[in-house]
């Protein structure tokens, strides 16, 4: 990575609703005349100057681009040592992107959470985004942040304080507030469309191996939860998780690209609880509904249905519901010797935007200016920066992680 280039970090999409918010935290957060340099960049110049208007000021700079011209990303990506990117769907807007990131050696870090076309920039960029020296890291936001870091963290802690790993981990939402965005809404909805048109993509979302290298997609986890079910590990009902789908994958894929650091037979789940009893149960049925709406059939009545509830692209919380939100993450290890551990990991704002926009953030300015694990290829967020990342969220980005 050439260490002269103007920029540490481009935000590319700084003129939309998540843009517009990692913008006004690095400009909050570092300025733009100290250590860190960084511009703003998207293709309307009045709209990136008016975002910088009340995001920032007239100090940062402006970087006009198009993602479909080639020509015009590559003198961008040539000015800057990361690409932070918040352009979504991804699998409409990020290809061109994320190829000329490795072509021409940019780092790249984005909020994608669509599992189809993480599979896809695997398959075309890995090898040779090894051989360049470039990372490019996927999931960079409340998927897959805190699930990658905090099983990072929850088996580094075990190994430490007890001498040995977790062979399991069963990752339980405990608490959350926050509202959904409307890109992720989007992003979701362009995945099943696909998944309903290509039974290769199908298979890539069912399987719970499918971000894992080709020769590695076996272990002993099962697809996701899909149904309401009392845990005995949590002492809970619980409940699909929305993310899981993405965050285990994405924890799978550290665990392989880590030469298996968690066991080869580690396994993983994700779930949300909703308490005891028969309040517990119904509030978890009722939890799933959400997840039942967006994941329906495209042209499908209950689609129709969704689409007028759900936010559209560039929608999201307000300023409060940003600020007031939260999550509360815990993750039940059983070590190897039988005995058990807890991990916790929680945010200080709502998931989907106040505290994505800080992780996305930290992971950007990471990449550009930390000492990482010498790794490169299309990594995942705790493969890519691992201690260093850590680090950043817990001092900068409001995280807290703790073990017992």
């Given at each position: ?21 990692v ?12 250590d ?9 110049q ?11 000021d ?49 780092h ?19 090898e040779?985004?090894l ?6 890291v ?12 905090g ?9 430490a ?14 608490g ?20 309903m ?20 997609q076996?272990?002993?986890d ?12 949590s ?21 392989a690209?880590s ?5 080869n037979?580690f ?8 308490g005891k ?25 209950l689609?129709?249905i ?9 929608e ?24 058990t551990a ?6 200080d ?23 990482l ?10 493969t890519a ?17 703790s073990?017992?």
């Amino acid at each position: 990575m050439n260490p002269t280039k103007e920029f540490d970090i481009i935000v590319w999409g700084a003129s939309g609703f998540t843009g517009r918010l990692v913008a006004a935290y690095l400009f909050k957060q570092y300025g733009v005349q100290g250590d860190l340099k960084w511009a703003m960049a998207g293709r309307n110049q009045e709209k990136l100057a008016a975002v910088r208007a009340e995001v920032a000021d007239s100090s940062v700079p402006i970087v006009v681009a198009d993602s479909n011209d080639e020509a015009s990303l590559k003198a961008m990506i040539l000015r800057t040592k990361v690409v932070c990117t918040t352009v979504g769907p991804y699998v409409t807007y990020g290809s061109k992107l994320v190829a000329a990131c490795v072509t021409h050696g940019a780092h790249y870090c984005d909020l994608a959470g669509e599992v189809q076309w993480m599979r896809q920039m695997i398959d075309k960029h890995h090898e040779e985004a090894l051989a360049n020296g470039v990372k490019i890291v996927h999931t960079c936001g409340f998927d897959s942040i805190p699930s990658d870091m905090g099983v990072y963290f929850t088996q580094k802690e075990a190994l430490a304080q007890k001498g040995q790993r977790a062979k399991r981990i069963r990752m339980r939402v405990a608490g959350m507030r926050g509202g959904l965005s409307g890109g992720t809404y989007a992003s979701l909805s362009k995945v099943m469309e696909e998944a309903m048109q290509d039974k290769n993509i199908y298979k890539v979302l069912v399987n719970p191996y499918g971000l894992n290298p080709k020769d590695k997609q076996e272990g002993g986890d099962h697809p996701d939860l899909q149904k309401v079910i009392f845990d005995p590990t949590s002492k809970s009902w619980i409940g699909p998780f929305i993310m899981a789908g993405i965050n285990t994958k994405v924890v799978r894929r550290s665990n392989a690209l880590s030469g298996y650091a968690y066991g080869n037979d580690f396994r993983y789940d994700e779930a949300t609880m909703s308490g005891k009893g028969f309040k517990g149960r119904f509030k978890g049925n009722m939890s799933a509904l959400p997840l039942i709406l967006m994941t329906a059939k495209p042209g499908s009545i209950l689609k129709r249905i969704a689409n007028r509830m759900f936010p559209k692209p560039g929608e999201g919380p307000t300023k409060d519901q940003r600020e007031n939100g939260f999550y509360s993450l815990r993750f039940y290890a059983t070590l190897e010797d039988g005995t058990t551990a807890l991990g916790k990991v929680t945010g200080d704002k709502d998931p989907g935007y106040g505290s994505t926009s800080k992780m996305l953030g930290e992971a950007a300015v990471c990449l550009a200016k930390d000492s990482l694990p010498e790794i490169s290829g299309v990594l995942t967020p705790s493969t890519a920066m691992g201690d260093a990342l850590l680090d950043r969220l817990e001092k900068h980005a409001g995280l807290t992680f703790s073990f017992k």
